[in-house]
């Protein structure tokens, strides 16, 4: 049996989206899919192997900085259900929204301070071991 253009499903997208010059087209794409998925039976939870197999992503951080900046331009943001289970995305104008995105944003925060912690600690022993290195040679 043929379908015909009467029983095919279809997504509806606002010209504002097609028409952001800020958004990259793979950022488009990927808006787009999680809005298809989001009439999902238990919401929209795609993993990001699907998402990066859908849109034919190879690296896995190009995927998370298009995520992200979904979220910093207010569209999308997402709670993290622990490790090895998929995150749950939210779109805006649904309830939490708001939440969901300042809890993101704090954990971003306290991310970065541990990060730059890191990178303190890194780089006073590579000082150290650059200083000793120099000491040898002087002597």
């Known amino acids: 049996m043929k379908s015909t253009p009467q029983n095919k499903a279809f997504l509806k997208v606002e010209h504002e989206l097609l028409d952001n010059m800020v ?4 950022e488009k794409c990927l808006l787009m899919l999680l ?5 999902a039976p238990r919401g929209c939870e795609p993993s990001h192997a699907y ?3 859908r849109l034919s992503i190879k690296d896995k951080r190009t995927l998370s900085l298009s995520l992200d900046r979904l979220q910093k331009f207010g569209y999308i943001t997402w709670l993290n259900r622990g490790k090895g289970k998929t995150s749950k995305y939210y779109f805006n104008g649904e309830p939490n929204f708001l939440a969901i995105v300042n809890k993101n944003i704090s954990l971003r925060l306290k991310m970065s301070k541990e990060q730059k912690e890191i990178y303190k600690k890194r780089k006073v022993t590579r000082v150290k071991s650059i200083n000793n290195v120099i000491q040898i040679l002087k002597k």
């Open 35 to 39: 809005r298809r998925l989001r009439t």
């Open 23 to 26: 958004l990259k087209p793979v």
């Open 51 to 53: 998402l990066r197999q």
